[in-house]
């Protein structure tokens, strides 16, 4: 079955790095969209990057210039470096499916931005 499992969070410093992966299994991870996904507390899940199959990316007008996506397919691995951290960055981050339905979520790895 799909299953993502989601890693590299931690604490950091308000202007810090962190670099996120997400490993995927169950699926034939090279043809998929993929997505990394945050939800903050009191707030909805938002996606804020995501890389096509291609490899074209995108991202949230909040995290353009700060957030690379990437992917490693002989992996079956998406990262999401994160430089320049703020505070209003803090939430859970999860990865799925960026396009069409959604498997199941991951348990998230947890980023805090604080000094």
């Known amino acids: 079955q799909v299953q993502f499992v989601e890693s590299g969070g931690g604490l950091v410093q308000p202007g810090g790095s962190l670099r996120l992966s997400c490993g995927a299994s169950?699926?034939?991870?090279?043809?998929?969209?993929m997505g990394w996904y945050r939800q903050a507390p009191g707030k909805q899940r938002e996606l804020v990057a995501s890389i096509t199959s291609g490899g074209i990316t995108r991202y949230t007008d909040s995290v353009k210039g700060r957030f690379t996506i990437s992917r490693d397919n002989a992996k079956k691995t998406v990262y999401l470096q994160m430089n320049s951290l703020k505070p209003e960055d803090t939430a859970v981050y999860y990865c799925?499916?960026?396009?069409?339905?959604?498997?199941?979520w991951g348990q998230g790895t947890q980023v805090t931005v604080s000094s």
């Open positions: 169950g699926i034939i991870f090279s043809i998929h969209d």
């Open positions: 799925n499916f960026a396009l069409g339905p959604r498997g199941p």
